[in-house]
């Protein structure tokens, strides 16, 4: 069963201002990662495998349109051992092919239930992603999206409608 959120993607000049806005609103800080992620083509989405600091190791598909508004994203996820990273990395690679590697550093906060994603991505910069989900906020998602875009006063930055496997590649 597909899982579902609301996404937003906006570039950054830096983080300082909005992490003191997140601790200002009492956001929970649910840490730093380093995350390697290998996109594999697929005809219908986009399909990766997500390495967070060496140790813990997901599958991950999504589907969303590429615009730069806020955009509902449908997507399933599954866990994986590092005892089976390589075979399952190999197994897509002959299948599918290899697209792109994405590599970058993320700082996780949660406010409510939208996670609060400042990247900064290899070779391209700065970014946050906001992804409120639809399934924990229910009726009140589209609300809570909104809400946090105004209480971070994002409207003044550049939004993205490209993952970053697409911004690499270009």
């Known amino acids: 069963m597909y899982m579902k959120n609301i996404e937003l993607k906006l570039q950054i000049d830096t983080f300082g201002g909005i992490v003191n806005a997140l601790k200002r609103l009492r956001a929970k800080h649910k840490g730093k990662f380093l995350q ?4 594999y083509n697929c005809p219908n989405g986009r399909f990766k495998i997500r390495e967070n600091n060496g ?14 508004a806020s ?11 590092k005892s089976q990273l390589k075979k399952e990395k190999n197994i897509f690679k002959e299948a599918l092919g290899e697209k792109v590697v994405v590599k970058k550093q993320r700082d996780l906060w949660l406010y409510k239930n939208t996670r609060v994603h400042l990247d900064k991505v290899s070779g391209l910069g700065n970014y946050l992603e906001l992804e409120t989900e639809v399934e924990k906020a229910g009726k009140n998602a589209k609300k809570e999206h909104n809400k946090i875009i105004n209480l971070l006063n994002l409207s003044k930055y550049k939004t993205c409608d490209k993952s970053y496997s ?3 590649l270009r």
């Open 36 to 39: 390697t992620d290998t996109y």
């Open 55 to 68: 140790n813990d190791f997901e599958i991950i598909f999504y589907q969303r349109p590429d615009k730069k």
């Open 71 to 81: 955009k509902v994203s449908f997507y399933l996820v599954s866990k994986i051992e």
């Open 166 to 168: 697409d911004m690499v």
